[in-house]
């Protein structure tokens, strides 16, 4: 049963990944992705139990970033006519490029170990509940979760420095006016 | 006394012991699901007429009056209208995405019913994350929204689907920041197991200052997430004609319409459970008379009762205030709310850890 089930959903989930990048309209394309990762959360909810993760999924994911996805497409108003054409050797190199990454994917996940790790009372209880999600990651992995909230927080004051408004040349129209 | 617990359980056992599991599973969804769809056609009368009344209380004129006793027809003749009216699409329209859009807005309004618990022990899913499943599916409306604005082809829908999706992507997060003070409180995210936490009183009260601090920034912040005035950009009529379904007619437009009402119900229902304790009666802390006293009225009439007045809140809103400009809005959050929930909830953190609640 969960077996079966686990390959409809993967199913659903390959052929909504194919399909954003078959679709000639790039906001055709976020919308299939929006699907692929409400896929992606089912997976997580209903193979691995992990309620909690799967929730952020949709939230951080299909809720928060793929919005400002669509936002940036919906102003820049791309559609299929506007799509410029890439040349064959592009294709072809972006093809091989995808394929290694493909390989290097497959060869790393070949040989994983797929137990559950860590003490007999964390495998008793679900490894997706909040409770025990908190405690590994601010007991076990504190230090890398401090480092990867620091990169974000560099991340953001990036992202304010580069959108900051440039006073020192005003521009009208295409000409800077000093 | 009546109980909406006992009618589900004695319905339950009936279905299990006439029928197979399976097919008694079964039943109850296809209950369930009348259930959602009977609720949400009732709360879009009752709603929509509610707001047309108090409009015209706030406004010192009658309201509807002419269709049936004090006009309270009114709602079913709108809606026998809409329902006859042509659904027109647009030539240059997405016709798909264009038609899909208003199904995309309804079922996340249905599916954020799931884990409200209505009265004691009538709730559709007790989800052990409830609190954040209801901001997930909460965050998917916009991409409905998004969908109607640009399959349109309209600029004046687009403009107000770009205006809607910045209001609900910013004030998402003061609003989660808003429910998260309330989960350090009662220590867990489910519905039920926040109710029973305010079993000595609602946490409001218990909670202090901060408590009442989050919910006037989770009121704005709700307010705004649904699009209503005074944040009501994504439609703002003398701008935009109607923002995001300017194109839509009869039973296409009745669907946002509808999912607008429906979706200030929910957020009314979440407000009403984490900070006036959803069915959970009036008690103050040891008082057992008087805790007694006030169990007598039904669990149902607390929920509806605190839904509603919330609601008549932000009606009250609505009539009240002007219309914010798109940079007083987007200001209002990023300088003003975000940094204050964030305090906050510092605050709410410092206060839980020292105890200093009820």
Same mark, same amino acid.
């Given at each position: 049963m969960l077996t079966s089930a686990f390959y409809f959903i993967a199913f659903v989930t390959i052929f909504f990944a194919i399909m954003v990048v078959v679709s000639k309209n790039p906001i055709h394309s976020v919308l299939y992705l929006v699907l692929t990762f409400f896929c992606i959360s089912a997976n997580y909810i209903f193979m691995l139990d992990a309620t909690f993760v799967g929730m952020v999924n949709v939230i951080v994911y299909a809720g928060a970033i793929m919005v400002l996805f669509l936002y940036v497409l919906m102003m820049m108003n791309l559609n299929a006519i506007a799509e410029q054409k890439r040349s064959v050797l592009f294709k072809i190199s972006a093809a091989v490029t995808g394929g290694m990454l493909l390989l290097v994917l497959v060869a790393a996940l070949k040989d994983a170990n797929l137990q559950i790790q860590g003490s007999a009372l964390e495998a008793e209880q679900r490894i997706g509940s909040i409770k025990v999600l908190g405690y590994v990651l601010y007991s076990k992995y504190q230090l890398p979760f401090e480092v990867a909230s620091i990169l974000f927080l560099v991340a953001m004051i990036g992202a304010v420095v580069l959108g900051k408004?440039?006073?020192?040349t005003k521009t009208i129209g295409i000409e800077p006016v000093k | 006394m009546f109980s909406l617990e006992n009618i589900t359980n004695t319905t339950h056992t009936w279905l299990n012991q006439t029928f197979s599991p399976t097919l008694a599973l079964l039943t109850e969804f296809l209950i369930v699901g009348v259930l959602v769809i009977g609720l949400f056609a009732v709360l879009g009368l009752v709603l929509v007429f509610m707001e047309r009344k108090v409009s015209a209380v706030m406004q010192i004129r009658l309201g509807?009056?002419?269709? !049936?006793p004090m006009g309270i027809f009114q709602t079913l003749a709108d809606t026998l209208k809409l329902v006859m009216k042509e659904g027109l699409t647009p030539n240059g329209a997405d016709k798909f995405l264009f038609n899909l859009a208003p199904f995309v807005v309804m079922i996340t309004a249905m599916l954020i019913l799931a884990p409200i618990a209505f009265a004691k022990g009538f709730q559709m899913w007790d989800i052990n994350i409830g609190v954040l499943y209801v901001s997930a599916i909460s965050s998917i409306s916009v991409i409905g929204i998004l969908m109607a604005g640009w399959a349109s082809n309209n600029k004046y829908s687009l403009l107000g689907a770009m205006r809607s999706g910045a209001q609900i992507v910013s004030y998402e997060l003061s609003a989660g920041l808003a429910v998260l003070s309330i989960v350090i409180l009662s220590g867990s995210l489910s519905i039920s197991d926040i109710i029973a936490s #305010? #079993?000595? !009183?609602w946490w409001i009260f218990k909670g202090h200052i901060p408590a009442i601090i989050a919910f006037v920034i989770f009121i704005i912040a709700v307010t705004a997430e649904t699009n209503r005035a005074p944040f009501d950009l994504a439609e703002a009529e003398s701008e935009l004609t109607a923002g995001f379904h300017t194109e839509y007619s009869g039973m296409k437009f009745a669907l946002f319409f509808l999912a607008e009402y429906v979706n200030i119900f929910i957020v009314c229902a979440i407000g009403a459970t984490l900070f006036f304790g959803g069915w959970m009666p009036f008690h103050i802390g040891s008082w057992t008379a008087f805790n007694n006293i006030m169990d007598y009225i039904p669990s149902s009439i607390w929920f509806f009762g605190k839904t509603f007045f919330l609601i008549f809140l932000i009606m009250w809103f609505r009539w009240t205030f002007p219309r914010l400009r798109i940079d007083q809005l987007l200001n209002l959050e990023w300088k003003y709310l975000l940094p204050i929930s964030m305090f906050n909830l510092l605050l709410m953190t410092f206060v839980a850890i020292m105890g200093w609640y009820f």
């Open positions: 408004k440039d006073n020192s | 509807p009056n002419r269709v !049936g #305010q #079993q000595n !009183g």
